[in-house]
T-cell receptor, first 112, second 115 residues
Framework: LAKTTQPISMDSYEGQEVNITCSHN???????ITWYQQFPSQGPRFIIQ???TKVTNEVASLFIPADRKSSTLSLPRVSLSDTAVYYC?????????????FGAGTRLFVKA | DTAVSQTPKYLVTQMGNDKSIKCEQN?????MYWYKQDSKKFLKIMFS???????INETVPNRFSPKSPDKAHLNLHINSLELGDSAVYFC??????????????FGPGTRLTVL
């Protein structure tokens, strides 16, 4: 099972771009990289998922280098409401969530 | 419309009691999960249930038993509750292999406090 390593916490200011990097040295060929966001007292919410290179949606961008041993979640122009815990996880889509592991996540605190 | 719902939202009970948490999803997904989030915020999967196939995380005590009356429901029953069972329990669902993106939809969580 691939293990992920993320910074425990990060601070930022409103309007800045935030990049959270996740290491997953043992990622398997069939594993995808997924990021979730969790606000206090709520369940995690899917942000973005990718396999290689770059993926972009209305919320974030995900950068994955060729060796896929790491990935970077990029949040453009964060606001106070982006204060949350961000989880990086890897897993095989065809096996469902059981083989994906949520780590401790990165606590992002956005300041005014 | 709530995609994944859980009841109750809060549950306070005494040690040794038996309790159940209910989960329902209206997304038509074929896979449901139970997660436990402890005080340190680690989110650990407990069970995965897909088309009547139950995958158990071997680290989960057998006091915990998931029950699925149908594809839209996955309830969690806990026997002989212990102090260490206090946590937030999340239900989730997804459509495994249903497309290029495997997104899990989480419920709002049930905060269980064992006294």
């Amino acid at each position: 099972l691939a293990k992920t390593t993320q910074p425990i916490s990060m601070d930022s200011y409103e309007g800045q771009e935030v990049n959270i990097t996740c290491s997953h040295n043992n990622i398997a060929t069939n594993d995808y990289i997924t990021w979730y966001q969790q606000f206090p007292s709520q369940g995690p919410r899917f942000i973005i998922q990718g396999y290689k290179t770059k993926v972009t949606n209305e919320v974030a961008s995900l950068f994955i280098p060729a060796d896929r041993k790491s990935s970077t979640l990029s949040l453009p122009r964060v606001s106070l409401s982006d204060t949350a815990v961000y989880y990086c996880l890897v897993g095989d889509l065809n096996t469902g969530g059981f083989k994906t592991i949520f780590g401790a996540g990165t606590r992002l605190f956005v300041k005014a | 419309d709530t995609a994944v719902s859980q009841t109750p939202k809060y549950l306070v009970t005494q040690m040794g009691n038996d309790k159940s948490i209910k989960c329902e999803q209206n997304l038509g997904h074929d896979t449901m999960y139970w997660y436990k989030q402890d005080s340190k915020k680690f989110l650990k999967i407990m069970f995965s249930y897909n088309n009547k196939e139950l995958i158990i995380n071997e680290t989960v005590p057998n006091r915990f038993s998931p029950k699925s009356p149908d594809k839209a429901h996955l309830n969690l029953h806990i026997n002989s509750l212990e102090l260490g069972d206090s946590a937030v329990y999340f239900c989730a669902s997804s459509q495994v292999g249903g497309g290029p993106v495997d997104e899990q939809f989480f419920g709002p969580g049930t905060r269980l406090t064992v006294l």
